[in-house]
C-alpha cells in the first residue's frame, strides 16, 4: 500500500483539477473558457490524452520503475484539460492556477491529517515488540512446551516457558490455544508440533 501512495496522490490531483478548473474557467468567462452546455462538440485530442493518460497510470500499477508512466499520465490529464477547455493562455493560465491550488490543498492536507482524530483510530500507533529472545542459543528451547498465542499458518506467535515466541510449524495450521511442543531448532527458527 504505502508503495503506491504516490499514485493516490496523483489520483485525487486528476480528480481535484477538473471542479477547480471548472470553477476557475466561470471565473473567467469573460475571457472565453466557459463552456455552454449547448455546445457538445468533442475534441477528440483531449479524449485522447485523456485515455492514454488513463492506460498510463494503470501501467504504473503493474510496473516498478521511477513513476514515469505516472507523471507521463498525469501530464496526458493536464493536456487534455487544456485542449478540453478552448487550447488558449487564458487556459494555460487557469490550470496553472488550478494546479498550483491543488497541490497546496494536498500540502494542507497531508499536514493536518496525521493530527486529525479520525485518521488517528485508522492508524496503527505502536509498533509491534520484537519478541524473539535475544539469544544466540535456542537449541534450549527443544523439547519444552507452550500454548499457541495466535493462529499459527504456519507461523505465529506461541507462550512457551512463559516467554513470546515466534514459531513456525512443518505446514500446519494450529489455531490460538493449541498446546504444541518445540520439535527442534534449525537457525533462528522455532518448529513447534502437537503435543500429544
Partial sequence: M?????LYLILFLCFAISPVGAAAGNLVEPLDLGYSPNEWDLDWTALMLFGIGAVLLFIELFIPGFGICGIAGLLCFLASAYYALGASRATLIVLAIGVVVVLMLVGIVIKSLPKNPLWQRLVLKNKPQSITPQQNNLAEYTGKKGKTETLLRPSGVAIIDGERLDVVTEGEFFPAGTKI?????VGNKIFVKKEN
Avoid: D, G, Q
Fill in 2 to 6: 504505502k508503495k503506491y501512495y504516490w
Fill in 181 to 185: 511442543v518445540v520439535n527442534k531448532v
